[in-house]
């Protein structure tokens, strides 16, 4: 009986150590293919969104030639993406506002000429806030035509921006190639200034910071907003463009037309709050 015994134990000695090593590689993958969270303390492995650089830009698709340029800035201390709009049409490219630096905007005409072998025919700026034209001199300085309102062309000489043209005051409609776009000033809201930019080919409302993603839970930065007046401006955009199929804000996830009701939701809870 002890002979057995010992037997028994000496099997154990040798084969308990393969078991263990067994088990612990069969649980580390059903949490990879699982996609179950690693509770063990070890840091997880980075993940490269195109923003952990402070001068890098992320390029995303997000219809047919419809692309969203991302970049980082930081507000009052707090780090935030910001979108922008690129449209590639069959006789160059369309960018809507810059992204949070000099530098960034440097980064984006090399990426966008690199990946689409097209040049920029033109920018359009959609308010006078860093997040959307603090790069307009950079284009400028490189014959890149830069359009905005009177209204932000006001705004960003107040606030020492580059001064785009307010050529769209008097040309709202504009089209280069196979693509056309409207820009539209629905009135004051985020800002005095702010307009947004509707593509017909692909039904794409680019909206700026005048609408916000439905994970915000607040309205961001309201230093230059009119509190009262926004409410209907959204709902402006709402009655001109009822078959807008993508609503793209200025920061976070794009999505549908409930990003503007959202929004009028967050106004109104605003409101019932001060």
């Known amino acids: 009986m002890r002979k057995r015994m010992f037997l028994f134990l000496k099997y154990l000695c040798k084969t308990l150590p393969v078991a263990i090593l067994l088990f612990c590689f069969g649980m580390n993958y059903f949490c ?7 509770t063990s303390g070890a840091p997880p492995e980075p993940v490269d969104s195109g923003l952990s650089d402070s ?8 219809k047919e030639n419809v692309w969203v340029h991302r970049s980082s800035g930081f507000f009052k201390g707090e780090k935030i993406p910001a979108n922008g709009l690129i449209a590639v049409t069959s006789k160059g490219i369309v960018i809507v506002d810059t992204p949070w630096t000099e530098k960034q905007t440097e980064n984006l005409i090399l990426a966008v000429k690199e990946k689409f072998q097209k040049e920029i025919s033109f920018v359009i700026i959609t308010h006078a806030h860093a997040d959307r034209i603090t790069g307009a001199g950079i284009f400028i300085k490189q014959s890149v035509p830069v359009y905005s309102t009177s209204l932000t062309a006001k705004e960003a000489e107040k606030k020492g921006f580059p001064k785009p043209n ?9 089209s280069l190639g196979d693509t056309g776009l409207e820009v539209y000033y629905p009135g004051q809201g985020h800002t005095k200034d702010n307009i947004v930019v509707w593509l017909p080919n692909t039904h794409i409302l680019f909206t700026g910071c005048l609408v916000k993603s439905l994970e915000s839970k607040s309205l961001g930065n309201i230093e230059d907003a009119n509190l009262n007046a926004w409410p209907m401006t959204a709902k402006n955009l709402l009655e001109r463009y009822p078959d807008a199929e993508i609503v793209v804000p200025g920061h976070g996830d ?17 409101s019932k709050t001060e």
Do not use: A, C, Q, Y
Request: charged share 35%; proline share 5%.
């Open 32 to 38: 990879k293919s699982t996609g179950l969270k690693n």
């Open 55 to 62: 001068d890098s830009i992320e390029l995303i698709r997000v």
């Open 166 to 174: 307010p050529k769209l005051d008097l040309d709202p409609r504009m």
């Open 254 to 270: 794009w999505g549908k037309s409930d990003l503007i009701r959202h929004t009028i939701r967050l106004l109104n809870e605003n």
